[in-house]
């Protein structure tokens, strides 16, 4: 795992950095407020093009509304948001791998790579961390070869068909996943 491997220096989605807590008060020692938690919302191939086409599939919205959308819910949230796409599987695997010791969540949409990628369901597998599986369409209402998800049998919870508010759902379940975690 290099630096390179971290998202926050090879997507324009970055909102904020997620460096271990002791580091981010050194590099942020203004900062009164820690946030609750930090979370990866990693986006999968050709949602870059989001809001360029089939609007009765995905809506209208660009990925950009819901960088800005998971930020806001970030902050209402007390989350701290790491959003990144990617279209190739192995920077997305990579991503995770460096998300393993830097995040306590990861809400994902594989998109493509939902229905073929043995390997992100994997990756997941290894992070040992809480997964909510989010897709914008509901995938069961399309063609066949979407029904199927590897990354379904690893995520513990899974957000279909809600359009981008599916995202801000996920944020929202994810707290409650952590703070049921913490409680035990
Ligand atoms: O519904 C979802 O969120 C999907 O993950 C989206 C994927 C699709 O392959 C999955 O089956 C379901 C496709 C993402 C590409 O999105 C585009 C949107 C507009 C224009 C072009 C691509």
Not at 61 to 75: K, Q, S
Not at 77 to 102: G, M, P, Y
Not at 145 to 153: G, I, L, N
Request: include cysteine; charged fraction near 20%; aromatic fraction near 6%.
């Amino acid at each position: 795992m290099t630096d390179t491997a971290e998202c926050a220096h090879t997507s324009p989605y970055v909102e904020k950095r997620c460096e271990p807590a002791a580091l981010r008060f050194l590099f942020y020692p203004l900062e009164t407020t820690m946030s609750f938690a930090s979370v990866l919302v990693l986006n999968g191939p050709n949602l870059n093009l989001l809001g360029t086409r089939e609007p009765a599939i995905y809506g209208s919205e660009t990925l950009d509304d819901v960088a800005r959308l998971c930020r806001d819910a970030g902050e209402r949230l007390d989350l701290s948001i790491d959003f990144c796409q990617s279209n190739a599987e192995h920077q997305l695997i990579d991503w995770l791998h460096a998300a393993r010791t830097k995040v306590d969540g990861i809400v994902i949409n594989p998109a493509a790579y939902t229905h073929t990628s043995v390997a992100i369901a994997d990756a997941l597998t290894a992070i040992e961390k809480p997964v909510i599986e989010v897709h914008i369409s509901n995938v069961h209402r399309r063609e066949a070869f979407r029904h199927h998800s590897y990354v379904s049998a690893v995520a513990d919870a899974i957000i279909v068909g809600c359009g981008t508010q599916g995202y801000v759902l996920a944020l929202e379940r994810m707290v409650t996943i952590l703070k049921n975690r913490a409680a035990k």
